[in-house]
């Protein structure tokens, strides 16, 4: 019943064609004369949570000595909330060391990523993953994506009651195909005949990728609006009474496309039991497959959906798939979006502890053997890993006898002191992935942003802002990775070292900022920010954040 039948996306052929997502991965795989995939099992790799990527640093390098770029893969795990036990973390620091570059990335949605996986490595790579229990099933691709849930378990009693949704809805939506076993585990396709219709995704799954979040008022650490699918929970009398549901929400746009747009999730109404909560997603889905664009991927995510088909006519139609009209929505407030860093303890006397890593990196550095330290918690075997949309790792669910241990660990290997001393701004801060992996960037991304903040410190001190916890974020390009359309001040990559400067976001994450400067580089950024600062600095009202500021000082 697609309203978009015609001039089909190349991708949809793709999808269409590839039997049930195998295509000719098989045979791409063992093809040994290229480190490279076919195009098409390129675009169906990513419905495995795989991406064909390549060093771009050593481009130029490769071409000149006429051999093909440097071919690699990045697998993303699917792990929906976000939780490892402390065996898996094991697990995936061997196997980090062993298949890829070595560093874990822990994403902005709360997930973990492996990047420099030569082609030989990824069947053995999934195969590690297999016997921890692990998969990177739908984690990319034309599908629902891993589905993130607020990480921290202090807010409240009831947090282990929300983040099991979060699985639920995973579940919900995987891909009924058994293509990921076939192709990397050897599961035999004749001896394991399984039924592969998927009434859901059907033959052409989605016509773009699809994002769940769960937010736990006060704090909006997912930031829900941001997603297709935003469900908040609504918690009363220390009872989870239901969920608000808001779609629409995602933030990508395209340089000088005037049709692309950021855009939050709108709230549609209140779901008072499981059953109806699932079956809103579940139906949210289908309207997006059924009436989102197939023709131009750039007005394909659900936003473009609602918007034209009015948001009146979207919840009518969603009430006629579900049956049942949702309530209106219930009161909620959030009041934070950064994590809580260093030591909390929950509702059972567990303990928390929030490690703050730059931009989700985990790796061994000469100031700080983060990936060791965190190897030394794992093996003790007493704290579970829970990872933020604020790409950071919450050591969690710590006996009160146990936590001295941990905490030396802790001590010996400088986290403590990495995570108290980081700066306000630097600690409320995210960058995406950009160089030299993503084939999108147009700048640096994580590579650059902690030495432009190291930068930017001294002028938040000479204005006495040092300890304004300004969230600050920055994405290689206008995809939006590091969700910098809302935050107080975004930097988007327009070119190699050239930035737009966003301004006018608040720091919960319920208001987008707009366009301040184009193009700016970093004499430029440095110039404005402190222009800024200072005005900031001397005419703000009491309690009154940058980003607040900066709209009533209507510099946006
Ligand atoms: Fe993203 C594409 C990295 C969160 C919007 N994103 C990519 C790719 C896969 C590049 C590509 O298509 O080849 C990047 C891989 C870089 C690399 O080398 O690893 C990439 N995205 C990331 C991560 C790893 C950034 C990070 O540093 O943490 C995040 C992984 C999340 C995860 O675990 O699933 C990541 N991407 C996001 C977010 C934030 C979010 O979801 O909360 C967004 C904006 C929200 C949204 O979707 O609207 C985002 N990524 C995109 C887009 C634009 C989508 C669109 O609507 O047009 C692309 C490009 C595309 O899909 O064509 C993209
Ligand atoms: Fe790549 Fe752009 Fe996403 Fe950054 S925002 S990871 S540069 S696609």
Not at 77 to 83: E, I, K, T
Request: net charge neutral.
């Amino acid at each position: 019943m697609s309203t978009n039948q015609d001039n089909l996306s190349p991708v949809e052929r793709i999808k269409q064609q590839s039997h049930g997502l195998r295509g000719t991965l098989k045979q791409s795989l063992t093809d040994e004369a290229t480190g490279a995939l076919r195009e098409d099992d390129q675009s169906l790799m990513k419905f495995h949570g795989m991406y064909q990527q390549d060093d771009r640093d050593r481009r130029e390098e490769r071409s000149a000595k006429k051999l093909e770029w440097l071919y690699s893969y990045m697998i993303r795990l699917r792990l929906p909330g976000g939780f490892l036990t402390p065996e898996q973390w094991v697990g995936l620091h061997h196997i980090a060391g062993e298949h890829s570059t070595g560093v874990i990335k822990i994403t902005t949605r709360q997930t973990v990523q492996l990047h420099g996986i030569l082609k030989s490595h990824v069947k053995p790579t999934i195969k590690a993953f297999d016997t921890l229990k692990l998969d990177s099933i739908a984690a990319c691709g034309d599908v629902n994506r891993n589905v993130v849930c607020g990480a921290h378990p202090k807010q409240s009693a009831i947090h282990e009651e929300i983040f099991r949704y979060a699985d639920k809805i995973s579940t919900l939506a995987l891909p009924k195909t058994r293509a990921y076993y076939e192709v990397w585990l050897d599961e035999n396709s004749l001896l394991e005949k399984k039924d592969e219709t998927d009434p859901l995704y059907q033959d052409r799954y989605l016509p773009r990728k699809f994002k769940i979040a769960i937010a736990i008022p006060p704090h909006n650490d997912v930031d829900v609006f941001a997603n297709d699918i935003g469900l908040i929970a609504i918690i009363e009398d220390g009872k989870l009474k239901g969920f608000n549901i808001a779609a629409g929400g995602g933030l990508s746009t395209t340089h000088g496309n005037p049709n692309t747009y950021a855009r939050l999730a709108t709230v549609l109404g209140f779901a008072d039991t499981e059953e109806k909560t699932l079956k809103a997603v579940y139906e949210i889905i289908t309207i997006q497959r059924d009436y989102g664009n197939r023709s131009d991927r750039k007005q394909a995510r659900l936003k473009y959906t609602i918007d034209k088909m009015g948001i009146e006519a979207f919840r009518q139609e969603l009430e006629k798939r579900c049956g049942f009209a949702l309530e209106r929505e219930r009161p909620y407030e959030f009041t934070q979006r950064s994590d809580y860093y260093g030591w909390q303890q929950n509702h059972e006397g567990k303990w928390y502890y929030t490690v703050f890593s730059e931009n989700g990196r985990v790796l061994d550095e000469a100031q700080l053997a983060l990936k060791t330290a965190l190897l030394e918690v794992a093996r003790t075997g007493k704290a579970n890993f829970r990872f933020t949309c604020n790409q950071n790792v919450i050591l969690s669910d710590i006996d009160p006898k146990d936590k001295k241990e941990v905490e030396a660990i802790l001590e010996r290997f400088g986290i403590i002191e990495h995570t108290e001393k980081a700066g306000a701004v630097r600690k409320s801060a995210i960058a995406c992935v950009a160089f030299n992996t993503c084939p999108l960037a147009l700048a640096e991304a994580q590579r650059y942003l902690p030495t432009l903040i190291s930068k930017i410190e001294p002028v938040l001190e000479k204005y006495g802002l040092s300890d304004d916890a300004i969230s600050l974020r920055m994405t290689g390009c206008p995809n939006g990775c590091g969700r910098p359309y809302v935050a107080e001040i975004g930097f988007i990559g327009t070119a190699y070292g050239q930035y737009n400067l966003h301004l006018g976001g608040d720091r919960e994450g319920l208001r987008l900022n707009k366009k301040y400067r184009e193009n700016l580089d970093e004499p430029a950024i440095l110039r404005e920010l402190d222009k800024l600062f200072s005005e900031y600095s001397k005419n703000r009202k009491k309690g009154e954040t940058f980003g607040d500021f900066a709209l009533r000082e209507k510099w946006v």
